[in-house]
Structure formats: structure tokens, C-alpha cells
Nanobody
Framework: QVQLVESGGGLVQAGGSLRLSCATS????????IGWFRQAPGKEREFVEA????????SVADSVKGRFTISRDNAKNTVYLQMNSLTPEDTAIYYC?????????????????WGQGTQVTVSS
């Protein structure tokens, strides 16, 4: 069982930055690919970015490419999502999720474990 806890959300003005964290316990954290997803009000949850267990592979949605960066520190059992140049369209609940393989990484149905989410609100 993998438990994921997101943190770092909050209220920020357009153009600002936030760094989200996804922390977990367990000795096998490095075996899991981690993905970030988000769900805006009235919209379906969508893929944002993902990273392989080793950190050597990443995948990013076009909507955040060049603005968001995913990274991980397996010694700290934590994955980060650095979000820059935020716009009101980035307002959503952000979730991290874990799965064992870096395959079909954008498909949320492929993920086995999910966190509770953290709210990000970007004001104009």
C-alpha cells in the first residue's frame, strides 16, 4: 500500500509560482512512477505531468509545457511540481498518483494509488 500526501497548494496571483509536493512513506518509493493530475471546477480531471521511478523519464501536458517542471527526491520519498507563470486557468485541485510502470502515463485509470489533492487558486 502506498499513501500519498500532497501539499504546497494555495492562493497566488497570476504570473506567480508555487511548488507542490507529493510525499509518501515506504521503502519502495523509487519503484513507482508518479503523476500529477488536476481537476478544475466543472471539468474532468486531466493529466499534468509524470516522472518515472528513477527520475530519468518525464512526460508533460502541452498546456503546462515550459511552465511546470516535475522532479523527485527518492531519498526524501517526495515528488515536486514546480509551477511558474501561473494563470487563472491553472486553478484546480491537484492530485498526485502512483503506479508501478512508466507506461500509458497519461491514463489516470492506470494509476493504483491517489492522494487527497491540494487546492491551487490563481487570481487574475
Amino acid at each position: 500500500q502506498v499513501q500519498l500526501v500532497e501539499s504546497g497548494g494555495g492562493l497566488v496571483q497570476a504570473g506567480g509560482s508555487l511548488r507542490l509536493s507529493c510525499a509518501t512513506s515506504g521503502r519502495t518509493f523509487g519503484n513507482y512512477a508518479i503523476g500529477w493530475f488536476r481537476q478544475a471546477p466543472g471539468k474532468e480531471r486531466e493529466f499534468v505531468e509524470a516522472i518515472s521511478g528513477s527520475g530519468g523519464l518525464t512526460s508533460v501536458a502541452d498546456s503546462v509545457k515550459g511552465r511546470f517542471t516535475i522532479s523527485r527526491d527518492n531519498a526524501k520519498n517526495t515528488v515536486y511540481l514546480q509551477m511558474n507563470s501561473l494563470t487563472p486557468e491553472d486553478t484546480a485541485i491537484y492530485y498526485c498518483a502512483a503506479r508501478s510502470r512508466f507506461m500509458r502515463i497519461m491514463k489516470q485509470d492506470e494509476y493504483d494509488y491517489w492522494g487527497q489533492g491540494t487546492q491551487v487558486t490563481v487570481s487574475s
